[in-house]
C-alpha cells in the first residue's frame, strides 16, 4: 500500500471505530442517564442522548483548555455580553469535532436520522441580532484560534419571543428553550455570588473605603457551557448567570400568614434572569433591565477578580492576565463595579485601582442611532445603585479636573464630554462611562469608526486622541459557510485545496477559475439544491409554491426603519405594476424574501411587517404575475432560518439609510456564499465592495454625507413624486388601500408620514434603487457573468471570516500572542 492508501485505510478503521464507540455511547446515555429503554426512546431522547455523547467529547478537551491556560498563566478575554445568539449547536459540534459522520452512522445503525433530529434542537435565541450573534461567532471563533476565553451573560429562562403572523401581522409569543432542559450545559451550585441592590452608604468619604448595605441581596448562579473549536483546538466557556432568592422565601412573613407575600422576595429575584428585552435599539429604560445590567456585570468581575487572585495571588497585576471586552454599553457598569471591587473590597488606593480598571477594560459601540445610547436617570441609579452612582461622580469629577488642568481645557465644553447629560433631567451616560473607564474603544467597521470620531464621540475623542479604533464585525466561516453550505464547501475544497477549511483567506486561490464552465455549474447546482430545500420549507411553512429557478432575493435582519425593508416592498410593488403593464416582456423571474422580527413596542416596523404581507397576498394570488414574482414573509426568523436561507439567496438586500447600519453581519454570511449584494455605501457594505470590487457588486444611492446634508436642506417631496418614476403611483396605491382593501385606510398614516418627513431617506433613494435592481433583471439572463460575479464574492469574502477579526482585537486592544499557527 502506499501512504495514500494506508492514510485512507487507517481513516476507514478510525471511522468504523469511532462509529461503534458513539453508538455504545449513545445507548448508554439513553439507558443510564435518561432512564430510557432504546426500544420505546422518542426522538427527543435521541437528541439528549446524541448531545450527551457529543459533550464528553468536548469535556476532555475542555479541561485541557482550562488547564493549560491555567499552566502557562496567559492572559484571558472576558466577553461580557447580555445576548448570545447561539442557535443550535449539535450540527455545529459534531462538525468541530470531525465527528460528524461517525455520528450519522452510528444514529443511523440504530434506526434514527441524524437529519431528522438535529432540527429538534431548539435554538438557543439569547439575543435580539447581530450584536448577539457576533457575540456567538466571536467565542466560536477564539476557541477556534487558540485565545484563551470566557463569555458571561444571562442564562435567560425565556429567550427572543416566537413570532407569527395572524392576519398579516406580527404577533409575539414567549419562547421556552428549556423546556425539555438544556444537556449542553453544567450548573455550578457551588459557584454563586451575592448581587446586592438599593440600601445605604456608609462613610462620608466618596473616595475609599465606603461601606454599602444593600437592602436586597440575590444569589447569581454560574451555568456554564463549552463552546468547542475548530477541528476540536480548544474549548472555550460561556457562564451564564441566573438569579436566585439568598431565601427561598421569607419566614417570618410566611409564619405570619402571609403565604402570598412570602414568596414576592423569591419572585423579584428569579425575574432577573426571566427574559430577555426584545428591544434591539431603543432602550427601554425599565428598572429590571437595569438590574439585569448589574447583576450579570457584578456576578462576572467576582467571579473573574476571584479568579485571578487565586491564581495569582496579587491583585494589580490584573491588567497583564485579565482583558474585559464590553459588548456596547449593556455591561458598562462594569467601570464602576471594579472600582468597587478594587477600592472598598480590596482596599487600594483610588488612583491605582483606576489604573488597574481602564488597563483590563475595553468597549465596543454598535450604534451611532442618539436613541440607542443608553442613559439611565440619576435617582433611579441611586435608588438602585448607591455606591455606584457616587463612584460613578467620582470618577466624573476627576476626569473633568484632568481635562479642565490639561492644554485642551480651556477650548473643551465639559458638559459634552461628562458622564452626566445635565439637559434631560441629569442622566448617566453609559457610553461616557464605557469610553472613560477604557484603554481602546473600537467601532465595528470602518465607517462606522470614522463616524464615531466625527460625531457621538468627538468630544471625547478630542481629548482622548488614540483611543478609538476599528475592528472590522466577521462572522465565523464554520457555522455560516462549511455547515449551513456543505455542497459549496464541497466544491471550494476541490478547487482551492483541501486546506481551505482551515483558513479562509486561501478562498481567493478561486479567483483564477471564476469564469470556467464546469465550476460555475457545479456552483449552480450547490445552490439550486439549497433553493430547493427552501423552497420545501416555504411550501410547508406558509403553502406557497416558488420556482427554485426564479432569483431569490432576500433581505433578512430584524425590522427596522433605518433598514428600508419598507424602500423593497415599495420597489416590489412598482415592480409588480410594471409586469402587469407589460406581461410580456420576458421579466427576470424573482422570488421576494423577508424575515425579521419587530421589537414589540415598535409600531412602525410591524406597519411595514404588516404591509409586506398584505403585498404578499395581492401579488401572490395575482394570475397575471404568477410565474415572474412572489413575495414571501418568512415567519420567526432565527439563526437557524437564517442557516437556511444564506446559502439559498442569489441577492443580498443591504439597503440601510447609509450612516445608519454600524456594520452589518448577515451581508458577510450572504456574500460569502455567493449572493450579489445590493446595498448602499453604509457599515461593512464599503469593505465587502473593497474586497469583492466595484464591478462585483451594486452600489447605489446616497453617501452618508450626503444624507446628512440632505437632512439639512430636505427636498421637495411634490418635485420628487413628479419626476420619479413610479413613485407616485406607488405612494397613492399604498395610501389608497390598494393592498388593505378591507381596510383602506390602513397605511395612509404611513404614507402621509413619508410624504412629510423621509428622515430615512426612502423616497430619496427610491429611483436609484428601482433601476439598480432593473439592472440585476438584465445581469440575470447572464448567466456566465452573474456566476463570475458570484465566484468573485466567495473567493474575496474570506477576510469577513471572525478568526480576522478576533485577531485584531488579540493584538490591537488586548495585548494576546496569537500562537504561530493560530494566525491567518
Ligand atoms: C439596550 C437597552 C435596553 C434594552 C435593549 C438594548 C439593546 C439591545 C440590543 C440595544 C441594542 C441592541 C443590539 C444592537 C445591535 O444588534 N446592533 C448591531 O450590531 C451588529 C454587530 O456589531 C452590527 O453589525 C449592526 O450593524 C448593528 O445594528
Known amino acids: 500500500m502506499n501512504d495514500v492508501q494506508t492514510q485512507a485505510a487507517a481513516a476507514r478503521d478510525g471511522l468504523a471505530e469511532t462509529t461503534e464507540f458513539l453508538k455504545n455511547e449513545i445507548i448508554r446515555k439513553l439507558t443510564y442517564s435518561l432512564g430510557k429503554n432504546p426500544a420505546v426512546a422518542q426522538s427527543h431522547d435521541w437528541l439528549t442522548a446524541g448531545i450527551l455523547a457529543a459533550r464528553d467529547h468536548i469535556v476532555d478537551i475542555w479541561h485541557r483548555t482550562t488547564r493549560e491556560s491555567y499552566e502557562t498563566g496567559r492572559k484571558r478575554v472576558y466577553y461580557l455580553s447580555l445576548e448570545f445568539l447561539i442557535g443550535r449547536s449539535l450540527a455545529d459540534a459534531l462538525n468541530n469535532l470531525s465527528l460528524g459522520e461517525a455520528m450519522r452512522r452510528a444514529l443511523g445503525e440504530l434506526g434514527v436520522d441524524l437529519d431528522a433530529i438535529e432540527v429538534i434542537e431548539p435554538d438557543a435565541a439569547l439575543g435580539n ?42 404577533q409575539e409569543y414567549p419562547e421556552d428553550w428549556l423546556s425539555f432542559r438544556n444537556p449542553w450545559e453544567f ?85 432577573i434572569s426571566n427574559v430577555l428585552y426584545p428591544n434591539d435599539s431603543t432602550p427601554a429604560g425599565q428598572e429590571l433591565r437595569l438590574r439585569q445590567e448589574y447583576f450579570f456585570t457584578s456576578a462576572s468581575l ?9 491564581q495569582f495571588g496579587a491583585i494589580d497585576t490584573l491588567p497583564d492576565k485579565v482583558a474585559i471586552q464590553l459588548n456596547d454599553t449593556h455591561p458598562a457598569l462594569a467601570v ?36 440607542a445610547l443608553e442613559t439611565w436617570p440619576v435617582a433611579l441609579m441611586e435608588r438602585i445603585l448607591p455606591r455606584h452612582m457616587q463612584i460613578i461622580f467620582v470618577i466624573n469629577a476627576r476626569f473633568l479636573d484632568g481635562v479642565r488642568k490639561s492644554p485642551e481645557g480651556a477650548s473643551t465644553d465639559l458638559s459634552r464630554i461628562s458622564i452626566i447629560d445635565e439637559q434631560h433631567g441629569r442622566r448617566v451616560r453609559m457610553a461616557h462611562l464605557a469610553f472613560i473607564g477604557s484603554h481602546k474603544v473600537n467601532g465595528v467597521s470602518a465607517l462606522h469608526s470614522a463616524l464615531m470620531k466625527q460625531t457621538v464621540f468627538a468630544p471625547l475623542n478630542a481629548v482622548c486622541p488614540g483611543r478609538i479604533t476599528n475592528v472590522t464585525n466577521g462572522i465565523t466561516p464554520r457555522r455560516w459557510l462549511l455547515n449551513a453550505n456543505a455542497g459549496l464547501t464541497q466544491l471550494l475544497s476541490d478547487v482551492c485545496g483541501a486546506d481551505v477549511v482551515d ?67 415599495l420597489e416590489t410593488i412598482a415592480l409588480y405594476d410594471s409586469i402587469r403593464a407589460e406581461p410580456y416582456r420576458d421579466w427576470a423571474p424573482r422570488v421576494k424574501i423577508f424575515s425579521g422580527k419587530a421589537a414589540s413596542s415598535y409600531v412602525a416596523a ?130 389608497g388601500g390598494a393592498f388593505s ?41 447572464d448567466r456566465k457573468e452573474w456566476w463570475r460575479m458570484s465566484l468573485a464574492n466567495t473567493a474575496n469574502c474570506g477576510w469577513f471570516s471572525a478568526d480576522r477579526a478576533i485577531a485584531t482585537y488579540a493584538k490591537d486592544i488586548w495585548g494576546i500572542p496569537l500562537n504561530a499557527d493560530a494566525q491567518q
Open 129 to 170: 441580532g447581530g450584536l448577539g450573534r457576533l457575540a456567538a461567532c466571536y467565542m466560536e471563533s477564539m476557541a477556534s484560534t487558540g485565545v484563551p476565553a470566557l463569555g458571561y451573560g444571562i442564562r435567560y429562562d425565556h429567550g427572543l419571543f416566537a413570532q407569527r403572523i395572524v392576519n398579516g401581522q406580527q
Open 606 to 735: 410591524k406597519q411595514i411587517i404588516n404591509l409586506i404581507n398584505d403585498v404578499a397576498t395581492i401579488v401572490n394570488n395575482d394570475r397575471a404575475t404568477r410565474d415572474r414574482l412572489k413575495v414571501v414573509f418568512l415567519p420567526n426568523y432565527n439563526v437557524s432560518v437564517a442557516e437556511m436561507i444564506v446559502p439559498a439567496a442569489d441577492l443580498s438586500e443591504q439597503i440601510s439609510t447609509a450612516g445608519m447600519e454600524a456594520s452589518g453581519t448577515g451581508n458577510m454570511k450572504l456574500a460569502l456564499n455567493g449572493a450579489l449584494t445590493i446595498g448602499t455605501l453604509d457599515g461593512a457594505n464599503i469593505e465587502i465592495q473593497e474586497h469583492v470590487g466595484a464591478d462585483n457588486i451594486f452600489i447605489f444611492g446616497m453617501t452618508a454625507s450626503e444624507v446628512e446634508h440632505a437632512r439639512q436642506a430636505p427636498r421637495d417631496i411634490n418635485d420628487l413624486q413628479e419626476k420619479v418614476a413610479h413613485l407616485a403611483g406607488v405612494l397613492d396605491a399604498v395610501a
Open 336 to 371: 464602576a463595579e471594579m472600582m468597587r471591587l478594587l477600592v472598598d473590597e480590596h482596599k487600594l488606593e483610588w488612583e491605582k485601582a483606576w489604573e488597574i480598571t481602564q488597563g483590563c477594560i475595553s468597549y465596543t459601540n454598535h450604534t451611532l442611532l442618539p436613541e
Open 302 to 310: 467576582q467571579d473573574l477578580v476571584r479568579r485571578h487572585v487565586r
Open 741 to 781: 382593501p378591507s381596510d383602506r385606510d390602513r397605511y395612509a398614516g404611513l404614507v402621509q408620514s413619508l410624504r412629510q418627513n423621509d428622515w430615512f431617506m426612502v423616497l430619496n433613494d427610491f429611483d436609484a434603487y428601482r433601476t439598480t435592481q432593473r439592472r440585476i433583471d438584465t445581469l440575470w439572463s
Open 503 to 569: 483558513d479562509v483567506s486561501k478562498l481567493d486561490r478561486l479567483m483564477p477559475h471564476i469564469a470556467d464552465a464546469d465550476i460555475q455549474s457545479r456552483a449552480q447546482a450547490a445552490r439550486l439544491a439549497n433553493k430547493a430545500k427552501l423552497a420545501r420549507f416555504v411550501k410547508q411553512e406558509l403553502g406557497i409554491l416558488i420556482d427554485p429557478q426564479a432569483m431569490f432575493d432576500v433581505q433578512i435582519k430584524r425590522i427596522h426603519e433605518y433598514k428600508r425593508q419598507l424602500l423593497n416592498i
Open 187 to 271: 450548573e455550578r451550585r457551588e459557584s454563586a455570588y451575592q448581587i446586592g441592590f438599593g440600601g445605604a452608604v456608609q462613610s462620608a468619604h466618596n473616595d475609599a473605603g465606603s461601606v454599602w448595605t444593600p437592602s436586597e441581596i440575590v444569589y447569581a448562579v454560574a451555568y456554564d457551557t463549552p463552546i468547542i473549536g475548530w477541528r476540536g483546538r480548544d474549548a472555550t466557556t460561556l457562564r451564564l448567570w441566573r438569579s436566585r432568592a439568598v431565601h427561598p422565601m421569607e419566614l417570618d412573613v410566611f409564619n405570619r400568614g402571609d403565604h402570598l407575600g412570602a414568596l414576592a422576595a423569591r419572585n423579584r429575584a428569579s425575574a
